[in-house]
Antibody, heavy 118, light 107 residues
C-alpha cells in the first residue's frame, strides 16, 4: 500500500526559500503524477503543481514564478521548493498521488505545517 | 482559472438524514469533478471521481451526479463518521481548483 510522508522545516522566515520533501513508500513512483497541495488554516485547498516522469511538470500559474517541483525516482522522493515566501504561504502542505481516473488525488501524505514568520 | 463554488458553506443535520451538497463550475468541465472528505487535522480523502464513480472502499450511501457545470454529492443516510468537510475539485483545466468546502455538522 502506497504511503506518503512529508518532511521539512515547520518555520521559515519571510523572503527565504521553503523546501519540503515527500517520501513515497510501498509502491512505484514511476508512472504516476505526483502533486503538491496546500491549505491555509481554516481555508480551502490550493493545488500547487505536479510532476510526472522526467519532464512533465505543471504548475499553478499563481505560484509558477516561485515554485519548483522535482522528483528523484532513485530515492522515491518528491520535492517542493518555494522561493521568496511571505505570510500568505503559511499553510499545511500535502503531497498526493494523482489517480489514473480523472486525476483524483487518491493517496495523500499526512501533511506538514509550515509557518512563515520572522 | 476555473472557479468552483460550493453550497451551502455549512449545514447542520442529524444522523439518518439525507444530505445534498452542490458544486458549480464557472465553465464546462464535462465529468472531470472529484469529491473529497476531510476531517479536522487530517488529509483529504478521495470519495468520488469522474463526478459519480465511488473510490474503492467508500460506502454506497455516498453518490454523485451532474456534468458540465453543476454537480451534487449526496449522502443518503448520514452516519456519525460522515460529519466532516466536503470539497469538490475540477481536473478539466490546469490549474486544478477546489471548492471552498462544505462543513457538515451535527444538529
Amino acid at each position: 500500500q502506497v504511503q506518503l510522508q512529508e518532511s521539512g522545516p515547520g518555520l521559515v522566515k519571510p523572503s527565504e526559500t521553503l523546501s519540503l520533501n515527500c517520501t513515497v513508500s510501498g509502491g512505484p513512483i514511476n508512472g504516476y503524477f505526483w502533486s503538491w497541495v496546500r491549505q491555509p488554516a481554516g481555508k480551502g485547498l490550493e493545488w500547487i503543481g505536479r510532476f510526472f516522469g522526467t519532464e512533465t511538470i505543471n504548475y499553478n500559474p499563481s505560484l509558477k514564478r516561485r515554485v519548483t517541483i522535482s522528483l528523484d525516482a532513485s530515492k522515491n522522493l518528491l520535492s517542493l521548493r518555494l522561493t521568496s515566501v511571505t505570510a500568505a504561504d503559511t499553510a499545511v502542505y500535502y503531497c498526493a498521488r494523482d489517480g489514473e481516473r480523472y486525476f483524483g488525488l487518491d493517496v495523500w501524505g499526512q501533511g506538514t505545517s509550515v509557518t512563515v514568520s520572522s | 482559472d476555473i472557479e468552483m463554488t460550493q453550497s451551502p458553506v455549512s449545514l447542520s443535520a442529524s444522523v439518518g438524514d439525507r444530505v445534498t451538497i452542490s458544486c458549480r463550475a464557472s465553465q464546462n468541465i464535462d465529468k472531470s469533478l472529484n469529491w473529497y472528505q476531510q476531517k479536522p487535522g487530517k488529509a483529504p480523502k478521495l470519495l468520488m471521481y469522474g463526478a459519480y464513480t465511488l473510490q474503492s472502499g467508500v460506502p454506497s450511501r455516498f453518490s454523485g451526479g451532474g456534468s458540465g457545470t453543476d454537480f451534487t454529492l449526496t449522502i443518503s443516510s448520514l452516519q456519525p463518521e460522515d460529519f466532516a468537510t466536503y470539497s469538490c475539485q475540477q481536473t478539466y483545466f490546469i490549474p486544478w481548483t477546489f471548492g471552498q468546502g462544505t462543513k457538515v455538522e451535527i444538529k
